[in-house]
């Protein structure tokens, strides 16, 4: 073995029938990368140099990749540099001179160095191992990343980027041999764009970088009615659409990052931000509503020249059409043809006409794969080029159902799991991540080509900061074969994604992943914004507050223990004398704070409102018996500190950190349709407290106090 590479486990045979999995390495010393390659041989972190000289051929691709390893490392602490030569110039029977520099070489899988390293260490890369996959050899004297296409050695150096450590005062490079290569080929997650907020175009730039990090290579941004069209500019609500040139500069930025953006528009259902303009109204199958109408002359023109519009932007080979969830289809215009042919020849119809009226040479049509569960008998009539995408969010298993219909006619699928983070203060991630796990592995069994995970802000509130558990666990599942480990991923997370080696940021998703889990078990239906907002003194507060008054202590308790275990992560690292670079991703952490808070919000809110209710019984009983309720009416309502101040403070707080995360990553349109809502909050306790305040000195003035219906309260409770 060449000097060079001396390393303790001297002999492994990577490349053939000995070839040993990750999870066969348990035991070992674990550098906590995410996704886990698929094959790893791990030894130990050892401390290199602040200087890292990085080399790489002159190629553009492998040029940025280089680039971009030493833009992140020089982030994080140390000092870089970058080569480029005609082939990457380092052998591998050469030792690294000692400069005190670090040096990590790119090499392709044909130059000198590659052959060398592969053939020293009885690597391969064969087969479909060649278009993204790579091998790393990596000791206390240099790496070598090693890969036949310009995408693997871009994940090679993304993974590299994982095994150099600099939480502490000096760098370590955890050594290792790995070979890698993805289980599925298409890699992507969806951002809903249409339902509230619309990311900035730095902030789109900013997961293009996350995405390809942790090796996704599909962004699909989902449109109902704010990609610009100049065909039909009047469905684009002012300052809420993605320009065409936007979207170019987008597309154009992906692209050396081995991204594929690759465009979602609605084409059947889920279009009313069109069809309730009466321009479009002969379209709709119901008035101002939610479907496109087959049949209707006008329906396909609009198709027709809207794909137009995307083509000329787009150039990926996948378009997604969406046609999910038609749930006005027969209820309208067509109410007499589905009554005569049935609803799914109806659906299955049109749709085969939307894909005939936008086909292109070289593009595919992805759509949402309802149909196999609705009419599975049809399926067979679909063309058999077009790519369906079976959808499911809540399951854990049992997606044969939704995947063997396509499959059984011989049709591509993807699978499309999700985030849980619609209708929520925070992402259910107890639920996404067994979903994320369950579908992927069964796609990865039935053949699914591709995994396309999503996030929904159906109530307009969502942040796609507070999602990325969700994201980077989609990432990992569809990159390693098989199931994906759900206690490895929630033991990495913290370290790869935050920079943080305490494993606090781990401990405080987990805690919130049980506060949610307590919410759903014990009926309210998870930390839900309806929770939120709902008054707790209403009859429909009522009900909750039946529902969550004996968790809601637990449910805080969780969420604040959150809130410390992110605080002494951020204290520990930035307090460490000498560290190279604080935690990572900070706009991402303080979603997640804001989430925290608002889970806490709503326990504390039911709480305090029981406690309202009590103390305003405790005053009629004392003012009854001639006593004073001074004290009473102080703990409902007082200049300083009282239950309704606590509540409206809840409130203005909760809406100052919501706002910050927004200006995160979004764009001013819809914000406040979001923010009214903390202003109303605060507005509904405002008045409660001047309107206690009014009573203790009606009190003062006449000896008496109104009853509690008078007050708007409910009877007393018991604890």
């Known amino acids: 073995m060449p000097r060079f590479f001396q390393i303790a486990w001297v002999g492994l045979m990577l490349a053939g029938s000995t070839a040993v999995p990750a999870a ?59 080569t480029a030569t005609a082939t990457a110039t380092a052998t591998a029977t050469t030792p690294t001179p000692t400069t005190g520099t670090y040096r990590v070489t790119l090499a392709r899988a044909d130059s000198p160095v590659g052959r060398q390293l592969l053939g020293a260490y009885a690597l391969a890369l064969n087969g479909d191992q060649r278009a993204e996959g790579y091998a790393i050899v990596s000791d206390k004297d240099q790496t070598v990343v ?24 000096e760098p370590q490079i955890f050594t290792a041999t790995i070979r890698d290569w993805p289980a599925m080929r298409w890699r992507g997650m ?73 465009p979602e528009q609605e084409a059947f259902g889920h279009l009313h931000h069109m069809l309730k303009y009466d321009l479009y109204g002969q379209l709709a199958e119901s008035p101002h509503g939610h479907v496109l109408a087959p049949g209707q002359a006008g329906s396909i023109e609009v198709i027709k020249e809207w794909f137009a519009e995307i083509n000329a932007v787009f150039p990926s080979q996948f378009v997604h059409i969406g046609a999910d969830e038609t749930f006005e289809l027969g209820r309208g215009q067509t109410r007499d043809r589905v009554q005569k042919e ?6 299955m119809q049109f749709l085969k006409e939307i894909e005939v009226a936008i086909r292109r040479p070289g593009k595919r049509y992805l759509f949402w794969g309802d149909i196999a569960q609705e009419s599975p008998q049809l399926v067979k009539s679909l063309p058999k080029d077009m790519i369906a995408v079976a959808w499911n969010y809540w399951s854990f298993s049992g997606f044969d159902r939704s995947i063997k219909p396509f499959s059984d006619a011989g ?71 098989g199931e994906a480990s759900i206690p490895e991923f929630t033991e990495s997370f913290g370290l790869q994604f935050h920079g943080d080696p ?58 604040e223990s959150a809130l410390v275990l992110v605080a002494q992560a951020r204290y520990t690292l930035t307090g460490k004398e000498g560290a190279l670079a ?73 809406r100052e950190l919501y706002e910050r995360s927004w200006k995160a990553e979004n764009r001013p349109y819809w914000s406040y349709n979001v923010l009214n809502r903390f202003d109303i909050g605060a507005q509904t306790w405002i008045r409660r407290i001047d309107q206690f305040n009014q009573v203790r000195a009606q009190y003062n003035r006449t000896k008496k106090l109104p009853g509690l219906e008078e007050m708007g309260l409910p009877r007393l409770v018991t604890p």
């Open 24 to 82: 066969a390495f348990a035991q070992a010393p674990d550098p906590h990368l995410i996704p886990r390659p698929r094959e790893i041989k791990t030894g130990s972190y050892v401390a290199i140099p602040r200087s890292v000289s990085i080399s790489a051929a002159a190629s553009g691709d492998d040029r940025f990749a280089a680039t971009e390893l030493a833009n992140t490392l020089r982030d994080r602490g140390l000092r870089t540099s970058t």
């Open 146 to 169: 090693v890969a036949a296409s310009a995408a693997g050695i871009f994940y090679g150096v993304q993974t590299v980027k994982q095994l150099i450590r600099t939480d502490g005062t």
């Open 190 to 262: 969806q951002d809903d764009l249409s339902r509230g907020p619309l990311p900035t175009l730095e902030f789109q730039k900013r997961q293009i970088r996350i995405f390809a990090a942790y090796k996704l290579n599909v962004y699909s941004p989902y449109y109902e009615h704010t990609f610009e069209y100049k065909s039909h500019p009047l469905m684009a609500p002012p300052g809420g659409v993605m320009t065409q040139d936007e979207v170019k500069e987008l597309i154009a930025y992906a692209r050396p990052y081995h991204i594929d953006v690759v």
């Open 342 to 347: 049935s609803l799914g020849v109806v659906y």
């Open 411 to 481: 049709i591509e699928t993807w699978v499309a799991p999700g985030v849980n983070n619609w209708n929520r203060v925070f992402p259910n991630n107890d639920v996404a991540l067994r979903n994320i796990q369950g579908f992927v592995r069964d796609g990865q069994r039935l053949g699914s080509t591709g995994m396309l995970n999503t996030n929904w802000d159906d109530d307009g509130e969502g942040l796609f900061n507070q999602t990325w558990y969700g994201v980077l666990f989609g990432a990992t599942a569809s990159w390693q074969k």
């Open 502 to 559: 305490t494993g606090r940021i781990d401990a405080a998703q987990q805690k919130l992943s049980q506060a949610q889990a307590l919410l759903a078990k014990s009926g309210p239906g998870e930390a839900t914004t309806q929770l939120y907002w709902i008054d707790p003194f209403t009859p429909e507060g009522q009900i909750a507050a039946q529902r969550i008054r004996a968790i809601s202590r637990d449910v805080r308790v969780l969420a």
């Open 582 to 654: 604080a935690l990572r991703e900070r706009d991402a952490l303080e979603a997640v704070e804001m989430g925290a808070r608002r889970i806490d919000f709503i326990g504390m809110k039911f709480q305090l409102a029981d406690e309202i209710v009590r103390h305003y019984s405790a005053a009629l009983d004392s003012v009854a018996k001639g006593a004073n309720p001074t004290q009473d009416l102080t703990e409902i309502a007082s200049q300083i500190n009282s239950r309704t101040q606590d509540l409206r403070d809840g409130y203005v707080l909760g």
